[in-house]
T-cell receptor, first 110, second 114 residues
C-alpha cells in the first residue's frame, strides 16, 4: 500500500460546479497537510496548508483533514476554467520530506 | 520577493553523460529540497539541504548527488545518465524555524535523456 493514495482522474466538471478532491494516507504520524496546484509545464504552487485535523477556508477553496479516517479533501466552489490543472496532495511530519499523492487532473469546462 | 528559480529550464542529454542542475531559493530560505517528477511515479523526494548539509535523503541511487553553497543556492548532479532519468526535476525552498517549513517550488528543469 502506498503511503498516500490519490485518484488520478481525469475529472471533468462544468463551470460553476463544486469540485471535491481527496487523498487517503496510511501513516498516522503525518501532521501537516498541503494541497498544491500544478499547471501544465509549471512547478507546483501551494494552495492550502493545514495542521492536524480540521477545516481551512481561503476564498473558493476549503481544505478538510480527518485524521481519524486518514482522509483529506479539497473543495473548490464555483469552479472556473482557470482552475483546470493537476491537484497534488502532500503531507509530512515536522522536518521530514513531503510525501505526495500522484495528483488528480481536473478540467473545468466553460 | 522573487520566487525559486531553476536553470536551465530544458536540457537534452544522451545516455552516459552527466548533468548539473541549479536552484536559487527564495531570499531568506535556507532549506532546499529536490524532487523528481515522472508520469508513472509522480513526485519523488531526492534530497534536502540545510545550511550546506544534507538533512534528508530519498531512495535514489548514488548517481544522484547534490550540494548547497553558503548563499543557500543548490545544485544537483546526475552522473551516467540513463533513459529512465528523463523527468521534470523540481527544487523547493523553505524557511527554517517556523512551525512548519512550507515548501515553495520552482518551475523545474525538464531533462530528456536520449
Amino acid at each position: 500500500q502506498k503511503e498516500v493514495e490519490q485518484d488520478p482522474g481525469p475529472l471533468s466538471v462544468p463551470e460553476g460546479a463544486i469540485v471535491s478532491l481527496n487523498c487517503t494516507y496510511s501513516n498516522s504520524a503525518f501532521q501537516y497537510f498541503m494541497w498544491y496546484r500544478q499547471y501544465s509545464r509549471k512547478g507546483p504552487e501551494l494552495l492550502m496548508y493545514t495542521y492536524s485535523s480540521g477545516n481551512k477556508e481561503d476564498g473558493r477553496f476549503t481544505a478538510q483533514v480527518d485524521k481519524s479516517s486518514k482522509y483529506i479533501s479539497l473543495f473548490i466552489r464555483d469552479s472556473q476554467p482557470s482552475d483546470s490543472a493537476t491537484y497534488l496532495c502532500a503531507m509530512n511530519r515536522r522536518n521530514t520530506p513531503l510525501v505526495f499523492g500522484k495528483g488528480t487532473r481536473l478540467s473545468v469546462i466553460a | 520577493k522573487a520566487g525559486v528559480t531553476q536553470t536551465p529550464r530544458y536540457l537534452i542529454k544522451t545516455r552516459g553523460q552527466q548533468v548539473t542542475l541549479s536552484c536559487s531559493p527564495i531570499s531568506g530560505h535556507r532549506s532546499v529540497s529536490w524532487y523528481q517528477q515522472t508520469p508513472g511515479q509522480g513526485l519523488q523526494f531526492l534530497f534536502e539541504y540545510f545550511s550546506e548539509t544534507q538533512r534528508n535523503k530519498g531512495n535514489f541511487p548514488g548517481r544522484f548527488s547534490g550540494r548547497q553553497f553558503s548563499n543557500s543556492r543548490s545544485e544537483m548532479n546526475v552522473s551516467t545518465l540513463e533513459l529512465g532519468d528523463s523527468a521534470l526535476y523540481l527544487c523547493a525552498s523553505s524557511w527554517v524555524g517556523g512551525r512548519q517549513e512550507t515548501q515553495y517550488f520552482g518551475p523545474g528543469t525538464r531533462l530528456l535523456v536520449l
